[in-house]
């Protein structure tokens, strides 16, 4: 059973196309999160959300948006997609805020 | 703003030669410490959570300690399969940001 579950693995686009990445919990968690890892590794908290409300968001270029139709789920749409959007996304999930995470496979990214 | 660094950047072991890790953080009202390790191509995996200064953990040849300015992961007779990259994290908690911070990690190689 996987607790955290992104699609798609990879991602290969053009530059100023839309593209969307899934996430699913299956560990009945409160709080769910994306991270972008660049190049360097480093890891960057993107977006959380908290019984489906938005509870941080960080500067994040508004072609970024996340959404959570439900506590098991936060999609993450990205529009007009260009070069330094490369990156890898990961999802992850924690009971409650401040807890231990528990983090996705990863989406590779790659924009030309 | 919560700020946490990690040293060395990388540390190369021969099999069995015992070592530490350092993660040094600033953060506003302390919600937990949080070590996780990452191997190549796949998400960061949950070591552990450390909550409070003078608190310790253990797992296998993995522990973990942490005080008011620093936590350590120490090594014990590591073995080629300890090799991957460990990330130190911190969150602050009510009154804080709940922001997650991570550190650049440290890339651990262990030779046989």
């Known amino acids: 059973d996987t607790a955290v579950s992104q699609t798609p693995k990879y991602l290969v686009t053009q530059m100023g196309n839309d593209k969307s990445i899934k996430c699913e919990q299956n560990l009945g968690h409160d709080t769910m999160y994306w991270y972008k890892q660049d190049s360097k590794k480093f890891l960057k908290i993107m977006f959380s959300?908290?019984?489906?409300?938005?509870?941080i968001n960080e500067t994040v270029p508004n072609r970024f948006s996340p959404k959570s139709p439900d506590k098991a789920h936060l999609n993450l749409h990205i529009n007009s997609l260009e070069l330094g959007d490369s990156a890898v996304y990961f999802c992850?999930?924690?009971?409650?805020?401040?807890?231990?995470?528990?983090f996705g496979p990863g989406t590779r990214l790659l924009v030309l | 703003e919560d700020q946490v660094t990690q040293s060395p950047e990388a540390l190369r072991l021969q099999e069995g030669e015992s070592s530490s890790l350092n993660c040094s953080y600033t953060?506003?009202?302390?919600?937990?410490l949080f070590w996780y390790r990452q191997d190549p191509g796949k998400g960061p995996e949950f070591l552990f959570t450390l909550y409070s200064a003078g608190e310790e953990k253990e797992k296998e040849r993995l522990k973990a300690t942490l005080t008011k300015k620093e936590s350590f992961l120490h090594i014990t007779a590591p073995k080629p399969e300890d090799s991957a990259t460990y990330l130190c994290?911190?969150?602050?908690?009510?009154?804080?940001?709940?922001?997650?911070?991570f550190g650049r990690g440290t890339s651990l190689i262990v030779h046989p």
């Open positions: 992850a999930s924690s009971q409650g805020m401040g807890e231990t995470q528990y």
């Open positions: 959300y908290n019984n489906k409300e938005l509870i």
């Open positions: 953060v506003s009202g302390l919600r937990g």
């Open positions: 994290a911190v969150q602050a908690g009510p009154g804080g940001s709940y922001i997650p911070t």
